[in-house]
């Protein structure tokens, strides 16, 4: 199994920047219902708090799939447990299937939400 990921982004950020970026999952296996994944920023960052409530809101992302049967949603991040990993967000696959060469595409700062 090999996992793919691509960053389509800005290289260097300073701090409380607002920025649009893509990433690009490729899994290599298949993922079924309850699956997830997590993105994770390392050790004092001032990521902010993801949602998919409120496109115009800062810290809104976009989930989608190249086969598009899923339903995500944003899933429980506890960086307690992921040091050094002490920020990020988790989606959570509530239904649907992934194929090992789909594409799941996360847009940070959706551009289209602006």
């Not at 389509?8 to 699956?35: E, H, M, W, Y």
């Not at 992921?82 to 847009?107: C, K, Q, S, Y």
Request: aromatic share 8%; glycine share 8%; hydrophobic share 40%.
């Amino acid at each position: 199994m090999t996992i793919r990921c691509s960053y389509d982004g800005p290289r260097v950020l300073k701090a409380n920047q607002l920025f649009a970026a893509t990433l690009r999952i490729v899994p290599g296996q298949p993922l079924s219902a309850g699956s997830r994944i997590v993105i994770a920023a390392r050790h004092v960052s001032d990521f902010g708090d993801a949602q998919t409530r409120d496109p115009a809101s800062e810290n809104f992302i976009s989930i989608s799939c190249s086969a598009g049967r899923q339903e995500w949603k944003l899933a429980d991040f506890k960086p307690s447990q992921r040091h050094p990993w002490n920020r990020g967000f988790g989606i959570h696959m509530a239904a649907g299937e992934v194929g090992p060469a789909d594409t799941v595409t996360l847009v940070l700062g959706d551009p289209a939400s602006k």
